[in-house]
């Protein structure tokens, strides 16, 4: 990276501190930290939805994905018209009826206080681990593009960390948002400028690929009765779809903008934009996986290490930014992977502080007196959970697979089991605290079980290295945690 690469992360940097100074001046309570009042942007709110939940995993799985083992897992943007139909008519209607700073809270008027304590010490493992594995993956590929070793990578999650944290803990989730808005132009016009420059070096599209390269993509079939496939379209479309409705159902994150609307129907158009930004940045990244493949396919010796294509696919995207993207160019795609580590964070800290709050300490008398001290409160709690993601953080090298994989290995366990929480609580008449404590083990324990079965049951092969593809955890985990709760909570009803 040039000077004025430098210079262009560091004023991004800055700027994000401004805007949480600017947005603090105005915070009279913690309804205004922690959903801006209820009143914001649906806009914005879609985007920052997507910033959120998308961010670094857009950034760096998709294209390592798509170049090292095909196309197919696009074929999940199918599922979002279903996701939108389900969320928009079924879902959130019931949830707009209900206005908390928690989504936890609802969990106790049915199900107990037992229940919405497994709710939130559920979410707040989740998003640990999930912030802790965003900004892992970052540093990774920050190291590589700025030319430092592994060594570094926990000295750039401290100064994400600090950043982001920082203008948080000021600014509350209109800092957030604006941030996110932010973070989605520099994410996008980061993988632009990507496909621009290689065409551009190419001398026009030729990198496209006119068949399907058996010597790096996988075979990926529509559907596979082997468990094992890796990847298939109907795996995709029915793993993503769970997972975004069963993320906007029970987790704190998604639960908390929503919140931030007026009403289901700006809930709806907020949920909506998410989808539009989310199919149309992730298309684009796609389509940056298939350009590097084609670039470095006729640039062999252009490659970071000796190996093969295949086996560097996660890696390719940070080297091709740091080498071969113009100065100015490469400040401003750097600044966007930043930027997605900052988005992470931001959100996960807003919404744990939420939780923190509300489900333990408010909830058991530890309430402060004032508004101004709840604030005060709000903001040291948003430092030291910051603290904790970044101490958690050195420990995601260990999972093994790809980024894709790796981000499905830990994202993806706890997901189902707290949405179930919701579906018992909201949907099942006749459920109880035994019968949902009981099917959120079941579901737990099957996740773990496929997340990790290479792990647990020995690897399969290379291309298929896990029993059970990692795919079928959401599946899985719904099935097994919907029937034995219902059975369950059957044989505990009261008579």
């Not at 801006?36 to 294209?63: C, D, R």
């Not at 559907?223 to 997972?243: H, K, N, Q």
């Not at 994202?411 to 919701?422: E, G, H, R």
Request: some cysteine; charged content about 10%; overall charge positive.
């Amino acid at each position: 990276m040039t000077l004025i690469d430098w210079i262009i992360l560091f004023l991004y940097a800055v700027s994000t501190i401004g805007l949480g100074w600017y947005f603090s001046r105005n915070q009279q309570n913690t309804s205004e930290y922690f959903v801006g009042s209820g009143k914001m942007n649906p806009v914005l709110i879609g985007v920052s939805l997507f910033a959120t939940l998308l961010s670094t995993i857009s950034y760096l799985a998709i294209p390592g994905e798509v170049l090292g083992k095909g196309p197919i897992f696009l074929s999940n943007y199918i599922a979002y018209p279903f996701v939108y139909l389900v969320l928009g008519f079924v879902i959130l209607p019931v949830y707009m009826r209900q206005r908390v700073t928690s989504a936890y809270a609802l969990l106790e008027d049915r199900l107990g206080l037992s229940v919405r304590l497994l709710g939130g010490i559920l979410f707040l493992t989740l998003r640990l681990v999930w912030m802790s594995l965003l900004v892992f993956l970052t540093a990774k590929a920050i190291a590589v593009m700025i030319g430092v070793g592994d060594e570094m990578v926990p000295w750039i999650v401290l100064v994400t960390g600090i950043f982001a944290v920082t203008y948080t803990s000021l600014g509350g989730l209109r800092a957030v948002v604006i941030t996110d808005l932010m973070q989605t132009v520099l994410l996008y016009g980061g993988a632009l400028l990507t496909i621009g420059t290689v065409s551009w070096q190419m001398g026009g599209f030729s990198w496209f690929p006119t068949q399907w390269p058996r010597d790096i993509w996988d075979q990926q079939p529509i559907f596979s009765l082997d468990p094992a496939t890796r990847v298939t379209v109907v795996g995709s479309i029915v793993s993503v779809f769970l997972w975004m409705v069963c993320t906007s159902m029970g987790d704190q994150v998604s639960v908390q903008r929503f919140m931030a609307t007026e009403d289901a129907k700006s809930a709806r158009f907020a949920m909506g934009m998410q989808l539009i930004v989310s199919v149309v940045v992730g298309a684009t990244l796609g389509l940056v996986g298939i350009a590097l493949l084609g670039f470095f396919q006729a640039n062999t010796g252009m490659l970071p290490e000796e190996g093969t294509l295949k086996a560097q696919a996660d890696t390719v995207f940070p080297h091709f930014i740091a080498a071969h993207l113009p100065p100015v160019v490469t400040g401003l795609v750097v600044s966007g992977l930043f930027a997605a580590a900052m988005s992470s964070i931001d959100s996960g800290v807003n919404s744990i502080t939420a939780v923190v709050m509300t489900d333990f300490l408010e909830r058991f008398g530890r309430k402060p007196e004032t508004q101004a001290k709840q604030l005060r409160m709000a903001r040291v709690l948003a430092i030291v959970i910051g603290g904790v993601v970044v101490s958690l953080s050195s420990f995601i090298g260990y999972i093994p697979g790809n980024f894709m994989a790796v981000t499905n290995k830990t994202v993806n366990l706890l997901t189902v089991p707290i949405a179930l929480l919701f579906f018992f609580a909201l949907f099942v008449p006749f459920a109880n605290a035994k019968g949902v404590w009981i099917a959120t083990i079941a579901s737990v324990s099957v996740a773990v079980l496929i997340a990790f079965s290479g792990v647990i049951f020995g690897k399969v092969s290379e291309a298929a290295p896990d029993p059970v593809s990692f795919q079928w955890i959401s599946p899985a985990a719904l099935v097994v945690g919907v029937t034995v709760g219902l059975v369950a909570c059957k044989l505990f009803a009261k008579k």
